[in-house]
């Protein structure tokens, strides 16, 4: 009986399976036969593509909350190379016609090296609304393009500040191994020059991104999800825009007044081919404008442009490497402006005192040197070939005397150095110019918070013995003479600053000694408004000398403009409204026409400002610079304005 009922059970499970086979089979069968075509064509109609959406880049402001860099969308023509394959040519003919751009300068933008060859390429930026329709509706047609909308950099003010503010480019190579730049990929944009590099990860926001539902043919079935971009960070800027654009066209008026004047030492006009201007406030280091020219206009990096294009446009002779922001970048002999620093040294250290007065006449003579009788006496040259008779410090400043400076030079040779006979005995060569020169931030960067600033040279003894071994040619003799320290108190020789460097230099001698870190961020601001973090001015250095010979030299520079090497520039002037002091400069250049200096200290109205011009070909300091600095302090001041006409030519 236990049989025949498990047996039972058995056919019942057995006829069960087979059922349950059965009816899998059969929808198996219905699924790849009879419904094979509808489950194909869903299935072509669910695939999701992520489209990215740029985050916005953050505004760059002046210090009034004024824009100067904003953000726009635009559409971007792209193409890839590798999908473009063997009908690039045809494609790029095409586009051109569309787009009513030159293939050669499509396929220039396309050939670009700087791409790796699976990236898609921007070749053109706004492209009309009908080209747009018409590259989606013949997609098939142009294998490889793409339209893209993504946001581009404005302008509102043009090429104002243009140095300052830098411009955008493609990521680097370099930059892509960096950690820091781990999240970009190639073709990625990113601040290549000023403050767009300077604060890069501020300014960038953080890309979102948007899910689609496409079928095979790409067309849109609808929005599956979404993740909001975050925008970057305004960065305001310690920039006033009124004084930047008074810096920018005095320059520009200064520069062009100079190419009228004669040059009494080649017989042709001056060149005035380059400048830079800096305005800084003494108190806190702010940078209120850094002008240089050429200039350029960053608007000209929102579009593809190639390294030829690039090659032609900045970086050439021809154009005078407009890129350059001379005001960081650039190192020049700073001529006689320097003299304030080496009066200051020379009078702590007991050189010279303030109430003494020191001959000046035309030209100075190096004393005989009884150790070595074989020596050449070299004569040294004032920049006047009259006598100026005997002055104290202050007014060798005011009137800018060589020949009175020559002899301090001398001095720290005598006392601070010695020949390689003393050496031998153990007696060791000091150099106090040059601590003291570095101690007032000359020879280092002032850590402006720019890239590619240079740190100008204190030129030493060590320095001159390792150029002499690296480069024997341009520096045959290694050897560290009196002459060397001679030139050094004119600022000539192998003496080389930034006009950035100077004005900090001019900035804390008017600030009692205190020294404050050039700065041009104000603060960083979030999207809602609120500040993110300020910058706190940096004046924690003070320049090692008495307070009295700071306010010594100080003082003597009042004269400057009032009745010294300045005046002339200064004629006119309401110095009743306007308290003003100052120091010419004019540098030579080897095979060059000479350098104008003008470094200005003013305070009016509850405003203290330091201005400082420095014009490459443009004669003498009173000749050029210093009409351009009275020009902007007008301006700044609200006072009339003179023309920007040459003075006579002192130093």
């Not at 003498?620 to 600095?629: F, N």
């Amino acid at each position: 009986m236990t049989d025949l009922r498990a047996g039972s059970r058995v056919k019942v499970l057995a006829a069960l399976v087979a059922v349950m086979f059965a009816a899998l089979t059969t929808r198996l069968w219905f699924l790849q036969v009879l419904a094979a075509e509808d489950y194909q064509r869903e299935a072509l109609d669910n695939a999701v593509r992520l489209v990215d959406v740029p985050a916005r880049r953050g505004r760059i402001l002046d210090t009034h909350g004024r824009v100067l860099v904003d953000s726009r969308a635009s559409h971007v023509v792209t193409m890839n190379r590798e999908e473009a394959g063997d009908r690039k040519e045809e494609i790029l003919f095409e586009l051109s016609r569309l787009l009513d751009i030159p293939a050669d300068v499509l396929g220039e933008r396309l050939d670009d090296t700087r791409y790796y060859v699976f990236s898609s390429i921007p070749i053109a930026i706004d492209v009309p609304k009908r080209v747009v329709l018409y590259l989606k509706e013949h997609a098939r047609e142009f294998p490889g393009v793409d339209v893209v909308e993504r946001p581009i950099r404005t302008y509102p003010e043009g090429s104002l500040a243009a140095h300052v503010l830098g411009y955008l480019g493609q990521v680097s190579d370099e930059k892509l191994e960096d950690p820091a730049f781990a999240a970009y990929e190639p073709g990625d944009l990113v601040g290549v020059s000023g403050i767009e590099s300077a604060y890069e990860p501020d300014l960038v926001g953080i890309d979102g991104v948007v899910k689609y539902r496409v079928n095979s043919t790409g067309r849109n079935l609808g929005e599956i999800g979404e993740l909001d971009p975050v925008p970057g960070n305004d960065i305001e800027l310690t920039l006033d825009l009124r004084i930047q654009r008074l810096a920018e066209d005095g320059l520009r008026a200064g520069m062009i007044a100079a190419r009228s004047i004669p040059d009494p030492n080649t017989g042709t006009n001056l060149r005035a081919n380059a400048g830079a201007v800096v305005v800084l406030d003494p108190a806190t280091g702010a940078v209120e404008a850094m002008a240089s020219y050429p200039t350029f206009q960053p608007s000209l990096f929102t579009r593809p442009i190639s390294i030829e294009e690039f090659d032609r446009r900045f970086n050439t002779a021809n154009t005078n490497y407009p890129l350059i922001n001379r005001a960081i970048q650039a190192e020049y002999p700073p001529g006689s402006t320097y003299k304030p620093w080496v009066a200051l040294s020379a009078l702590q250290r007991d050189i010279v005192t303030t109430d003494q007065h020191y001959d000046c006449p035309p030209s100075w003579t190096a004393p005989f040197n009884e150790e070595d009788p074989d020596a050449t006496q070299y004569r040294f040259d004032n920049w006047t070939t009259r006598s100026l008779g005997y002055l104290n410090v202050a007014e060798a400043l005011s009137l800018s005397c060589d020949t009175i400076f020559y002899p301090m030079g001398y001095e720290y040779w005598s006392l601070y150095f010695v020949y390689a006979e003393q050496e031998a005995r153990g007696v060791v060569s000091r150099e106090p110019l040059q601590h003291d020169l570095e101690s007032i931030g000359f020879g280092r960067v002032t850590n402006v918070d720019l890239p590619f600033e240079k740190d100008g040279r204190v030129p030493d003894a060590e320095w001159k013995s390792n150029m002499h071994e690296e480069y024997p040619k341009g520096f045959p003799d290694g050897e560290w003479y009196p002459g060397d320290f001679v030139l050094m108190t004119i600022g000539q020789g192998d003496t080389l600053v930034t006009p950035l460097q100077l004005a900090a230099a001019f900035a804390a001698l008017q600030n009692d000694g205190r020294e404050c870190a050039p700065h041009l961020l104000e603060r960083v601001v979030g999207a809602d408004g609120a500040t993110v973090r300020a910058l706190e001015p940096r004046c924690k250095r003070r320049m090692p000398f008495k307070p009295e010979y700071i306010e010594y030299v100080r003082n003597a520079l009042v004269n400057v403009p009032r009745s010294g090497t300045g005046s002339g520039a200064f004629l006119g002037f309401p110095f009743d409204r306007v308290w003003v002091a100052g120091k010419t400069g004019t540098a030579e250049v080897n095979n060059r026409q000479d350098y104008s200096w003008f470094a200005a200290m003013t305070e009016a109205y509850g405003e203290r400002h330091v201005i400082v011009a420095l014009v490459e070909q443009g004669g003498h300091g009173s000749t050029t610079a210093a009409p351009i600095v009275r020009n902007i302090i007008e301006g700044i001041y609200g006072l009339e304005q003179s023309d920007a006409v040459g003075a006579e030519g002192t130093d």
